[in-house]
């Protein structure tokens, strides 16, 4: 029983909010990479978004976008 509120309830609320970060991701918004890269969304689909860089555009998934460090990004702002 504790086991559950120790470990398994934390990581179920961790991917639930990352899971409605990603579907209040909108076109426009700037967002830091998983891998530490920064940008903004340029284009978006079902799954993937285009992220516009300094270097060009880059189609990635959407789980590849970090809340966290995104969460980061606008609260300097």
């Keep these: 029983y504790y086991f559950h509120f120790l470990l398994i309830r934390p990581q179920q609320q961790r991917a639930k909010k990352e899971k409605a970060f990603e579907a209040g991701l909108k076109t426009g918004d700037k967002v830091i990479t998983k891998s530490g890269i920064h ?33 980061k990004l606008v609260e300097k702002k």
Excluded: N, Q
């Design 39 to 71: 940008g903004k969304i340029a284009e978006m689909s079902e799954g993937t978004v285009v992220v516009e860089t300094m270097a060009g555009k880059i189609k990635m998934e959407r789980s590849s976008i970090s809340s966290e460090l995104t969460a």
